[in-house]
């Protein structure tokens, strides 16, 4: 039987216990179906992870014991800055889980003016929460003991005058650099892509003048979910740890 993997926002502590949040009561509970005396591994974000035992199991409360901590990092030496446009549906929540999968460190939603999704402040914050399951999600999943960090939505002028010592890459088929001709920096790369209508002549200028380097993933214009996916993967597979 495949252990589970519980996030919990708190410190863990070997040999003591620990009451776990109302997120992992209802998946443990309502959806594994878990009982007392079932291993579980918990990991907090510090980059390491706990073996653990559950003592306790209602409908609301479920209560582990700590066993014993385990340093073990999954991260990638690359560090990538994913900004990504958002889109409709579920393809923004796509590309989330997976960059989370494979390795990224940060990631941007981005409010571009092709954006198709228009919400007021309090609904955004509300979106960030879910986006946020969804990182926690993955991590579970793919076994990192560190969450990426998910920023706010943020408007494509504000985020693309931010100060980094990334080098700042962003896709065009017909762009004459590759992914294996870059050189990249210690501090890693900011990846930008578009949303699902592309960037405007206006975001476009803008990133010529913060210096963005274009580049090509084949002569095939991708959608903006297999964009990202296909651009880390190639960043990871070159440059990281694939």
């Not at 040999?15 to 992992?24: P, Y």
């Not at 963005?212 to 960043?235: K, N």
Request: glycine content about 6%.
């Amino acid at each position: 039987m495949r252990i589970s993997r519980i996030y919990h926002p708190a410190l863990l502590i070997v040999e003591q216990h620990v009451t776990l949040t109302e997120d992992a009561i209802n998946h443990l509970v309502n959806v594994l179906r878990v009982k007392v005396g079932q291993a579980v591994v918990l990991f907090n974000g510090d980059g390491a992870e706990y073996c653990a035992h559950l003592v306790d199991v209602t409908k609301r409360n479920v209560v582990a014991f700590v066993d014993s901590k385990l340093s073990l990092s999954l991260e990638s030496p690359l560090n990538i800055h994913l900004a990504q446009g958002i889109s409709r549906g579920d393809r923004m929540e796509w590309v989330i889980q997976k960059a989370v999968e494979l390795g990224v460190t940060e990631i941007t939603p981005l409010i571009t003016e092709r954006c198709g999704v228009k919400l007021s402040a309090q609904r955004w914050f509300k979106k960030h929460e879910q986006w946020q399951k969804l990182v926690i999600a993955a991590c579970e999943q793919c076994g990192r003991n560190k969450l990426p960090q998910l920023n706010q939505a943020t408007n494509f002028a504000d985020w693309i005058k931010q100060s980094t010592t990334q080098i700042r890459l962003t896709l065009h088929p017909r762009a004459e650099q590759a992914f294996r001709h870059i050189v990249l920096p210690p501090s890693g790369a900011r990846l930008l892509i578009g949303p699902e209508g592309g960037f405007s002549e206006h975001e476009i200028y803008l990133t010529e003048e913060h210096g963005f380097h274009t580049i090509q993933l084949g002569p095939r214009i991708l959608r903006t979910e297999t964009a990202a996916v296909a651009a880390i993967s190639a960043l990871q597979a070159i440059h990281g740890d694939l």
